[in-house]
Every structure is written in C-alpha cells, then in structure tokens.
C-alpha cells in the first residue's frame, strides 16, 4: 500500500490481492497516475490514522484465527520501510519497491474457490452455462490484458526490490516470461527476488537459467490436497502430473541456493477431510507448508470450514495434530490458535448456504467426478436448511 503495487489491469488494480471490494472507481485511472491517486491517498490516510477498513477482512479474521496475515508477512519482509512510512504518515510515495502482477486471467484450472475474474478457464465455462440467473461473479473482468502496467514496471526498474507474479497461472503467461527476459537482459534480476504462486501444474525447465540471475526467487505451490481431493477442488487436475512436478520442484529447491521452494494450500469445506495428508507429504518430502483458509469464495461463505460438523473438523485436526508432532515448527505455519479456531469455532451454515445447490449443479455439469459420489459426508448441506435443523 506504501510499498507495494498490485496489478491486474487499469480496471482492477488494487491495493491489495486480499482487498475484498473494488477500487478506484471514482479515480480517473491511467498508469502513471494509479500509484498516488485520490483513492490511494485516502486509502493511506486511513492507515495512518491506524484504521484497517473492512475491505481488509482477509488479514482482520487471520489475525484474529492466530494466522500471519499478507500485511504481518509483508512489514516483517520490509521492516524498515514499512517502519519508516508507519512513523512519518506520507500519503505521497516515491515509486513501489514490490509489485505484485497479474497479467491476466489465463488458467487452465477451475479451482472451486476461485471465480472468473483470475481464471479464464471458469470465465469460458460459466459463458457456455445456461442458467444465467446462477450467481457466479462475472461482472468485473473484461477480457482485456493491460501491459501497460508491465511497461510502468520496467520504467521504474531501479527501484524494485521484488516482483510476485500471479493470475492466472504466470507460469502459462506471455507477458511473465518477456518480463523477466527483459530483467535479466537489463541487469535488473541480479537485486531482485522474483515470486510465483503456481498451481504445479507446470514445469518450465527452459526457464531455469534465468531463475539463477535472480537474487531469489520463492515458488508457491498451490496444492490443496493429494489424489482425488486435489482432482476434484483443482478441475482438471492431474495429481500424477503434480506429483511428478513436486519432484522436479525439490531438485530445483535443492540445487540452487537462491530458489526456494514451498506449499501454499488453502483449506476450506471440501479438502478439510484428508489433510493431514498433504501435511504428511510435504513435510516427509522436505518443503515448507503455508496454510490459508479460505474465508470467501466469489464474495460468498459456501466454502467456509465451519460449515463441516465438529465432529468432523475435531477427527482431522487431531489426524493434522499428530503430523505435527514432528514436523519442524519453522517449515509450516500451524499455530495453536489456529488449530483450535478449525476445530472449535462454531459450526454454521453461513449466510450464502441458499445458494449451494446452486454452485453443486455448476460443479456437476461439467466435473466426471459428482460432488456427491465426492463427498458423501456432505449431504446434510444440500437438504434445505430447516429440514437439516430439525434433524441435526
Ligand atoms: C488466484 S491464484 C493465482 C495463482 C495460481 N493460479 C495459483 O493457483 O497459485 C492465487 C492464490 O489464491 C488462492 N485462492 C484462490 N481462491 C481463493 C479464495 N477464495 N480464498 C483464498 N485463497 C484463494 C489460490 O489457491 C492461490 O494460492
Ligand atoms: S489455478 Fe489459481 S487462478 Fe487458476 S483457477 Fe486455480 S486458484 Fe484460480
């Protein structure tokens, strides 16, 4: 926010991946201008005034559930900077040091916690369905990819500290490998660290050579459960696929100082079951582990873990408990707090629970595997919620 620009395109840009709302949207916005606009001035005035707005409740509820939120992990990567803009209040910023680009939308996944505004693979299969009264979020991405904010990037090069790319899948993006080309060639990479969140999918072996111009680069695999768990929330993985890039990930991780490699899943409402599993994985092949819950899924709480029973969540924290027991505490961010929050908060359907058989019949129209042959587990959620109180 002081230090860090995050990019999709003029429409969306953000303060912020986990910024949950719009931006900008009185600002006139052109490139040049988005980094001290009106929006962006107010938005600092807030903070300095010690304020975090509710759009900021991704970080809000992983502080409260004894998770490190972005804005805690950041300030710690860049404490003095952000020490220096905490103490003086500047709502004016000379150009940012970290830039998080999403170039555009192209996925070839359809994770079920994502929308069509990161993948263009939900964004084409939601166009082809038709029920259109369905509710999926479709009324932000325009199908445009703006470089000129790639173009701003290499304008202000001198400054970068850092450069995460995301979507989309980066590792399937034009625009990223032409990016880092020019930094490489421009003598730019030796003092940046450079950061991909990926879904494995992919492995670029013709991009290694460059990786070792990088002062570091940081993959974040984004892997949310093994076998048919992995398959189903990450459609259309292939887990022999992943598998086979974990390893290639682990040599690369091994071989070269300056690349590091970790595992970022998210839990949520259908890879909760099973996950000891992933722990059990990364931490008997050697990676780091970064936790995420995800709290809101196209701005709705269908996903959300407390919507599995407790006795369920208590079985699997205690199956995640028991992987822990020896896994090193610096390799995964497993805090107490948040052991006990997945366990013990309290079991609802939430406020979007109407909307779930909606989703199931999206899911179900095009995934081979059906959700409940998946997760049997689950049928209470698509009885109608008075039926379920009265049985429960
Ligand atoms: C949108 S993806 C883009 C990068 C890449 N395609 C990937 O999956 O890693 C960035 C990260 O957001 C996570 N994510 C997707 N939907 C989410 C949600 N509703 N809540 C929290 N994290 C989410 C993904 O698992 C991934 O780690
Ligand atoms: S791989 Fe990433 S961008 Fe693609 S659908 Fe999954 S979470 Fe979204």
Sequence with gaps: MYLKENIRDTSDARPCCE????????????????????????????FNKRIMPHECQVCIDDEKNGIVSKRQDFNKDFYNEAKYFYDNKLTECPPPLYYDIRPSNYCNLECVMCN???????????????????????????????????????KNAEHIRKVCYAGGEPLLMPQVINSINWQVDNGYSENVDLKFLTNATIFRSKWVDLFTKYKRVEFNLSI????????????????????????????LNDKYDNIDVKVIPTIQLLNFVGFHKLVNLTKTSGFKIDVTPVYHSQDKDYLHFTRLTQDIRKREVDLIRKELEDYDPKE???????????????????????????????WDSYNPRKFLDTFPYLDYLLKDSNSFKESA
Excluded at 22 to 44: A, I, M, Q
């Design 19 to 46: 910024y949950r709302g719009r931006f900008l949207t009185d600002d006139p916005v052109t490139v040049e201008g988005y980094w001290n606009s009106e929006s962006y001035k107010k938005l600092r005035e807030l």
């Design 332 to 362: 995964h961010n497993f805090t107490e707090d948040m052991l006990i929050s997945l366990e013990h908060n309290d079991f609802g359907l939430g406020e979007d629970h109407h909307l779930f058989p909606q989703i199931v019949k999206f």
């Design 224 to 251: 949310d459960g093994i076998g048919d768990t992995i398959e189903y929330v990450r459609f259309p993985t292939k887990w022999k696929v992943v598998e086979k890039n974990l390893k290639l990930f682990k040599e």
């Design 116 to 154: 069509p505004h990161n993948s263009s693979s939900i964004d084409d299969r939601y166009r082809k369905y038709e029920d259109k009264s369905f509710f999926l979020m479709d009324d932000v991405y325009n199908g445009t990819h703006d470089d000129g904010w790639v173009d701003y990037l290499h």
